[in-house]
T-cell receptor
Framework: DGGITQSPKYLFRKEGQNVTLSCEQN?????MYWYRQDPGQGLRLIYY?????DFQKGDIAEGYSVSREKKESFPLTVTSAQKNPTAFYLC?????WGQGHYEQYFGPGTRLTVT | DQQVKQNSPSLSVQEGRISILNCDYT??????FLWYKKYPAEGPTFLIS?????DKNEDGRFTVFLNKSAKHLSLHIVPSQPGDSAVYFC????????FGTGTSLTVIP
């Protein structure tokens, strides 16, 4: 079955620790994205990658880092510099990036709680 | 600056009736619009989309209407079912995807 997997579903960390969220897709999509969802807010774009070995900052990239060494994988690291890391994180992919008529497919999300 | 807005955070509808969810956007360059449905603690799933060259797109119980002059789109669900209870996000495609803040729909049995 084609899709996007995110692991783990729930993650707990102490303040000051970096944490890496996993995202894997087997849809053969070129583009991948990371979003953050907070209560009462829409999905805010953290980082996106148009193609392997390339990634760009989104609207709220501060305190986050990513890598795209393989087409299938786009891990997100939440660093200790992120001031409010507790949130629901969503990974998505699409066949291409940029203007066009296509949809994004989302993973099940990871709920990160930092105390 | 929110380029896609959903001004109703919540909506309650009786089972069998019509649900109408609204969305406004500011950028006239957007040419593709989507609706996603999201259950708690899950990722959004794609529901229906519409191109800016159309004003209506139907898929079963779901219809999306686009009014380009008003920069407004709406999602109609007829008839509404309890399983439709979820948060609905509208999105617009420009150089990236822009999402609204979501409307939580509750369908009362």
């Amino acid at each position: 079955d084609g899709g996007i997997t995110q692991s783990p579903k729930y993650l707990f960390r102490k303040e000051g620790q970096n944490v890496t969220l996993s995202c894997e897709q087997n849809l053969n999509h070129d583009a991948m994205y990371w979003y953050r969802q907070d209560p009462g807010q829409g999905l805010r774009l953290i980082y996106y990658s148009q193609i392997v070995n390339d990634f760009q900052k989104g609207d709220i990239a501060e305190g986050y880092s990513v890598s795209r060494e393989k087409k299938e994988s786009f891990p997100l690291t939440v660093t200790s510099a992120q001031k409010n890391p507790t949130a629901f994180y969503l990974c998505a992919s699409s066949i291409v990036w940029g203007q066009g008529h296509y949809e994004q497919y989302f993973g099940p999300g990871t709920r990160l709680t930092v105390t | 600056d929110q380029q896609v807005k959903q001004n109703s955070p919540s909506l309650s509808v009786q089972e069998g009736r019509i649900s109408i969810l609204n969305c406004d956007y500011t950028n006239s360059m957007f040419d593709y619009f989507l609706w996603y449905k999201k259950y708690p603690a899950e990722g959004p799933t794609f529901l229906i989309s519409i191109s800016s060259i159309k004003d209506k797109n139907e898929d079963g119980r779901f219809t999306v209407f686009l009014n380009k002059s008003a920069k407004h789109l709406s999602l109609h669900i007829v008839p509404s079912q309890p399983g439709d209870s979820a948060v609905y996000f509208c999105a617009a495609s420009g150089n990236q995807f822009y999402f609204g803040t979501g409307t939580s729909l509750t369908v009362i049995p």
